[in-house]
Nanobody, 122 residues
Framework: QVQLVESGGGLVQAGGSLRLSCAAS????????MGWFRQAPGKEREFCAAISWSGGGTVYADSVKGRFTISRDNAKNTVYLQMNSLKPEDTAVYYC???????????????WGQGTQVTVSS
């Protein structure tokens, strides 16, 4: 089992920035690829970004490319999502996930956090 706890969400004005963190415990963090997803009310869970176990590979959804940056610190068992130039449409609950594939699909991720709310006001 891997336990994931997100933090760093909040209310921010459009154009602002937030940095989300996801702290992992349990099984060896560096064995897992990590992803960030988000879900707005009434919508399906949407992929944002993923990072390989080593941190050497990343992939982003087109909707966040150039604005969001995913990174990880395996010594701290933590993955981050730096979000810049935030837009009202970025408002959602943000989830981190751990799995054995680096992908934008939801199903390959085995472990999920409880989510952190991000609200962007216009």
């Amino acid at each position: 089992q891997v336990q994931l706890v997100e933090s760093g969400g909040g209310l921010v004005q459009a154009g602002g920035s937030l940095r989300l963190s996801c702290a992992a415990s349990g099984r060896i963090f560096s064995n897992f690829h990590m992803g960030w997803f988000r879900q707005a009310p009434g919508k399906e869970r949407e992929f944002c970004a993923a990072i390989s176990w080593s941190g050497g590979g990343t992939v982003y959804a087109d909707s966040v490319k150039g604005r969001f940056t995913i990174s990880r610190d395996n010594a701290k068992n933590t993955v981050y999502l730096q979000m810049n130039s935030l837009k009202p449409e970025d408002t959602a609950v943000y989830y981190c996930a751990a799995g054995h594939r680096m992908t934008g699909d939801v199903s390959p991720y085995d472990f999920w956090g409880q989510g952190t709310q991000v609200t962007v006001s216009s």
